[in-house]
């Protein structure tokens, strides 16, 4: 569960005061937010050409992953995917860059035969694959 806490800031400040901390946080439009731990290997901070971001989708997070942050990364320069992974169905949400930059929304994709394919990457991911060890609820 995400826990809103009473911090406005902007992203250097962010970046400062959260060094050290052992708690993880997340800056959303200027509110700093504390997250649920994540693995020792999610706690990277910066990424300075991302490529490929994937998110994997809870329902506290359903509103941030879909929309400010799916706004938010598809302004990155270097970035060529965003994709959303559901948690608790066989469903993906995908923001591909064109030659004119990201569609408006994402590309839906669900069910058990569903194929991710990030041509741009060389990437093709089936469901099948993806969500071969998740037990859906």
């Known amino acids: 569960m995400n826990v809103q806490l009473p911090l406005q800031m902007d992203q250097q400040a962010f970046l ?5 901390r052992e708690e993880r946080y997340e800056l959303d439009r200027g509110r700093v937010i504390l997250m649920t731990r994540g693995s ?3 706690c990277d901070l910066t990424a300075t050409a991302p ?3 994937v998110e994997v989708l809870s329902p506290s997070s359903e509103r941030i992953d879909l929309g400010d942050k799916a706004a938010e990364y598809v302004r990155i320069p270097s970035l060529m995917a965003y994709l959303v992974v559901a948690q608790d169905e066989r469903k993906a949400w995908l923001w591909l860059r064109g030659p004119t930059g990201f569609a408006p929304g994402a590309d839906v994709l669900k069910g058990d ?3 991710i394919h990030i041509e741009p990457l060389g990437i093709v991911l089936p469901f099948a694959e993806v969500y071969d060890r998740v037990r859906l609820t």
């Open 40 to 42: 020792r290997g999610h």
């Open 51 to 53: 490529v490929l971001i």
């Open 113 to 115: 035969e569903a194929v």
């Open 16 to 20: 400062a005061w959260v060094q050290g």
